[in-house]
């Protein structure tokens, strides 16, 4: 099946500080959406992208749909400790679009005060 | 408020039984799914149904077991034939079309199976 490789696994800032993840695949994806799951809860929506190009923000959240439709990026500015938590990228085919999603295994983002 | 619930958050069974987890739905979602998570790991998807009385294995489905009866209800049974059924378990809901991939996930249930 298609696999989504994301980067970094974790990640270790200091509050204030920017983060940058992504992710990659060899198979192109016609919708990228990014989640945070918090410890013992069920994944968030954050962004979702529909466009190859695309560049889009939530709040202090940016994230941008790759031009070759096989990666995307998601940037978090000025971190805070309630970011913590685990951040996975989803992508999604036009065959499947609204059926099935494929998911990276996530980056853990731990931010010190 | 529209949302989905699962229930009940944590479970314990012994080895050998059978398991029911609820997932309810009242977005009036097509679509609706069953993901597995397994500590550091992504989700992997266990089962999808995109109508009544329809769905489709997904990548994990062995050892499992559905049914959609009803468009608000997607349970799912962890039978005695699942050979490591200690996992969370996490259920989704989506509306259908080419352009509306995004899904909702409900809290999660743990099962514990010991």
């Known amino acids: 099946g298609q696999q989504l490789n994301q980067s970094p696994q974790s990640m270790f800032i200091q509050e204030g500080e920017d983060v940058s993840m992504n992710c990659t695949s060899s198979?192109?994806?016609?919708?990228w959406l990014w989640y945070k799951q918090d410890p013992g809860e069920g994944p968030v929506l954050l962004i979702a992208?529909?466009?190859?190009?695309e560049l889009t923000s939530n709040g202090r959240l940016t994230a941008q749909f790759g031009i070759t439709r096989k990666d995307s990026f998601l940037n978090i500015s000025a971190s805070i400790p309630s970011d913590v938590g685990i951040y996975f990228c989803?992508?999604?085919?036009?065959?499947?679009?609204?059926?099935?999603?494929?998911f990276g295994e996530g980056t853990q983002l731990t931010v010190n005060p | 408020d529209g949302g989905i619930t699962q229930s009940p958050k944590y479970l314990f069974r012994k080895e050998g039984q059978n398991v029911t987890l609820s997932c309810e739905q009242n977005?009036?979602?097509?679509?609706m799914y069953w993901y597995r998570q397994d500590p550091g790991q992504g989700l992997r998807l266990i089962y999808y149904?995109?109508?009544?009385?329809?769905?489709q294995k997904g990548d994990i489905a062995e050892g499992y077991s559905v049914s959609r009866e009803k468009k608000e209800s997607f349970p799912l049974t962890v039978t005695s034939a699942q050979k490591n059924p200690t996992a969370f378990y996490l259920c989704?809901?989506?509306?259908?079309?080419?352009?509306?991939?995004?899904?909702?996930f409900g809290p999660g249930t743990r099962l514990t199976v010991t």
């Open positions: 989704a809901s989506s509306m259908l079309g080419s352009w509306l991939s995004e899904q909702y």
């Open positions: 198979s192109i994806f016609n919708t």
């Open positions: 977005l009036n979602h097509d679509a």
């Open positions: 992208l529909y466009k190859a190009g």
């Open positions: 149904s995109q109508i009544v009385n329809d769905f």
């Open positions: 989803a992508g999604g085919t036009e065959e499947t679009s609204g059926s099935r999603l494929t």
